[in-house]
């Protein structure tokens, strides 16, 4: 059997672990359960995957996203690693295939979902596999404490009771005190041991500036530093804007985002890491599990809704350990239009009754109904309907499937994609060489306006057909044939949405939801949200210990490379003595001046002044109708 260090060497090249990686492949192997703590680039992969092939048996790695998977699945091959993952669009003969392979002993790393845990013919091969360690990636998905809950991972626990005397590993880059005791709690981690790295990057100078000419700033950034970036925004359209902006100024630049073909997503990502496009802009549906350690820039022209998402998106740059920048522009905008998206998120009780009664009049369900039925749904017309907004319905409808009333197929959240891919001209001359497709043609602009042109679009054949007065099946013939003669680009739903009723009907009025629970949630996210409001406006500490208090991570030492820090060390305030005064002062607060004077005999009054008067200026201290200087 080789060693870890062994194995490092003959599969990764490596000669040295990072730090804590060896203690947390050593806990695995003594088959404790154990947790994992890694900042983003600190390896986490390496933590299972090691393990993983000294084990006897195959290692199950649960994991949120298809790109993920196939990504780590790739890496392992190309080292000659037997793995394979299973997720949604493949065909039923694949998956079947793949699960013979596993009880064959024929793969080592098998990637699934968490929603695949509980498919019938998953949990009937598991029982004649060997397991030899359960992975759990993103774990901080379980936690509804956390900033990327997924419902399914909370059936996990239960998945492992088929697999009793398999030790479990759970990993993550970005979890708060509160989410790791959550963590351990809900995989019911037994004695488990946990390893918490520092999320101090040396390498990695944070900034924040506020502008309302972002296009100019951006530009500016990528002329000073150079070398590959990657720019996120929230939405696709402003990937488009973004990157058309750049590009006309001379900066290689593309944008990415879910609503491409694979096709056309896989070419952008090959370009960018083989350096042939040098800038990606890209919705935060780019970079997850990207193993390019060279990008020297990360830069936010919007904001992110909590630290958790911005850290790690941040943290792609510099992997590779040298200098590095990540730099976060807004304007006051930027936080109010948060705030509003936060209340739209937690639509009130009334609302979700509404749509609770309004799926079971859709459905025609009855109060004696069976638990577990399930429907086609398409959201454009049972919002039509009922005269709802969508994207209301939308939140109300992950509220209820996260409260177990209901669940909602991937296929929900991946709808068919469009684009026309002739020009205008070629376009307008194809109706008058068809005129039998002329009104169809026109109905899909009325629709979808001039953005199909230039982006891939999530459209409802549904939607189309009640707007032109046909059939889904004719629609889908229509849309079938313009791709036919390469007017269009059209990617099908892989299979029909469907949204299923986890227990019999119930009265809409008395929903058994957990409102308080909810609510906790709500105010959770909105504690999260004045962390990004802190950390965006303030001016008066070092960012990196702001990120590490965030996640409770107890240090006082700063970054120094930091725009804080900088700031800092050009007013001479950078130093030790500065630090301890600055303790000292706060301390204090509340404090009238004189008293604060009396207190802070035989200290440098020159300092105390220039460390007040920062500290006044960058609206870290104020001064009340009473005179009381205040921590703000």
């Not at 699945?73 to 997720?87: D, F, G, P, T």
């Not at 830069?299 to 992110?304: A, E, I, K, P, T």
């Not at 059209?490 to 299923?500: A, D, M």
Request: aromatic content about 10%; hydrophobic content about 35%.
């Amino acid at each position: 059997m080789l060693l870890p260090e062994e194995i490092l060497k003959k599969y990764w090249g490596y000669s040295d672990f990072r730090p804590l990686q060896k203690e947390i492949i050593n806990s695995v192997l003594a088959k404790n359960d154990t947790m994992a703590l890694l900042p983003t680039g600190g390896g986490k992969s390496i933590c299972f995957q090691v393990p993983g092939l000294i084990l006897e048996g195959i290692c199950i790695v649960v994991s949120p996203l298809i790109a993920l998977m196939k990504d780590q699945v790739r890496q392992l091959k190309e080292r000659n690693i037997s793995s394979e993952a299973i997720y949604s669009g493949m065909k039923f003969s694949e998956i079947e295939a793949i699960l013979d392979d596993a009880v064959d002993g024929k793969i080592k790393f098998l990637y699934v979902s968490p929603e695949r845990l509980k498919a019938r013919n998953f949990q009937d091969r598991i029982k004649y596999m060997q397991v030899g360690l359960f992975a759990i990636d993103e774990a901080h998905c379980i936690s509804k404490w956390g900033y990327d809950f997924r419902p399914a991972y909370l059936q996990i626990s239960d998945f492992k009771k088929l697999i009793p005397n398999v030790n479990t590993i759970a990993l993550t880059a970005t979890a708060t005190e509160k989410v790791r005791k959550d963590i351990i709690d809900k995989l019911d981690l037994k004695k488990s041991n946990t390893f918490v790295q520092s999320f101090a990057r040396n390498n990695l100078s944070y900034s924040v500036i506020e502008t309302d000419q972002k296009e100019n700033k951006l530009l500016q950034i990528l002329i000073k530093v150079e070398g590959t970036a990657i720019v996120y925004t929230k939405t696709r359209n402003r990937t488009v804007e973004f990157s058309k902006f750049l590009k006309a100024n001379g900066i290689s630049a593309d944008y990415y985002h879910a609503g491409l073909s694979l096709k056309e997503r896989n070419k952008k990502q090959e370009d960018w890491i083989n350096n042939i496009t040098r800038v990606m802009v890209s919705t935060n549906a780019f970079g997850m599990g990207i193993d390019k350690p060279d990008v020297r820039c990360v830069v936010h022209v919007d904001l992110c809704e909590n630290l958790e998402a911005y850290y790690q998106e941040s943290g792609r740059a510099g992997r590779d350990n040298y200098k590095a920048y990540a730099v976060s522009l807004y304007n006051i905008t930027d936080i109010e239009n948060l705030e509003t998206n936060l209340e739209l998120k937690y639509p009130d009780p009334q609302f979700l009754s509404k749509v609770y009664q309004s799926l079971c009049n859709y459905y025609k369900l009855a109060f004696e109904s069976e638990a577990f039925e399930s429907f086609d749904f398409e959201i454009q017309n049972f919002t039509a309907t009922f005269g709802m907004n969508v994207r209301l319905t939308h939140y109300a409808l992950k509220l209820l499937e996260s409260q177990g009333l209901i669940y909602l197929s991937d296929a929900y959240f991946n709808p068919s994609k469009l684009k026309i891919i002739a020009n205008p001209i070629d376009f307008y001359n194809f109706q008058l060489r068809n005129p039998s497709l002329e009104l169809f043609c026109k109905t899909l602009l009325r629709i979808y306006g001039g953005e199909i042109y230039a982006n891939y679009i999530s459209i409802s054949e549904q939607e189309i057909g009640n707007s032109y007065n046909a059939s889904f099946n004719e629609v889908l013939q229509n849309l079938n044939l313009l791709n036919k003669h390469h007017i269009v680009d059209y990617s099908p739903q892989k299979s029909v949405p469907q949204l299923g009723f986890l227990t019999p009907r119930q009265d809409a009025e008395n929903l058994s939801i957990n409102h308080k629970e909810i609510e906790q949630r709500k105010i959770n996210e909105k504690k999260a949200l004045r962390s990004v409001k802190l950390y965006t406006e303030q001016t008066a500490k070092c960012r990196m210990l702001l990120i590490q208090d965030y996640f409770d991570e107890n240090t006082s030492k700063t970054c120094g490379i930091c725009d804080v820090c900088l700031k800092m060390k050009r007013l001479g305030l950078a130093t030790e003595q500065t630090n301890e005064i600055t303790k000292r002062i706060l301390n204090i607060l509340p404090s009238t001046p004189s008293n604060l004077e009396n207190k802070m005999i035989g200290e440098d009054k020159l300092l105390i002044t220039k460390i007040l008067k920062y500290h006044f200026e960058s609206g870290t201290l104020a001064i009340d109708g009473q005179g009381l200087i205040y921590k703000r």
